[in-house]
């Protein structure tokens, strides 16, 4: 799949769910997975996770990136932001801080 037949008008895919930023390392083809594939198809930017985060600590971060973004911030540093934030929750919450709660979220293209 090329871009052009792709997703070339598409500005951010969000792949909340569980390691959707691994991939299958392939003998002579380099890591395959989702991101790869959406770059492929033309996707100008993505933000995956890279391990399991409880749904709630997911939705959190999730809204107040949207937000951001809606705010005027540029994808990259709304997502920053957003870890950023919920990181506060999360101290807050359980009384210390889990940067696995929050940090699993990567950013990758056009910010």
Not at 4 to 24: M, Q, W
Not at 73 to 98: G, T, V
């Amino acid at each position: 799949m090329n871009g052009i037949a792709g997703l070339t008008d598409t500005e951010l895919v969000v792949l909340s769910a569980c390691d959707t930023g691994l991939g299958e390392v392939q003998t002579g083809e380099g890591v395959y997975g989702l991101r790869r594939a959406f770059v492929q198809a033309g996707a100008k930017s993505l933000v995956m996770s890279m391990w399991k985060v409880p749904d709630t600590e997911t939705m959190e971060l999730m809204v107040q990136f949207y937000k951001n973004i809606k705010s005027g911030m540029n994808r990259c540093q709304a997502l920053r932001q957003a870890a950023l934030h919920e990181k506060k929750i999360i101290i807050k919450r359980y009384k210390k801080d889990k940067p696995s709660y929050w940090g699993a979220f990567l950013f990758l293209g056009e910010s």
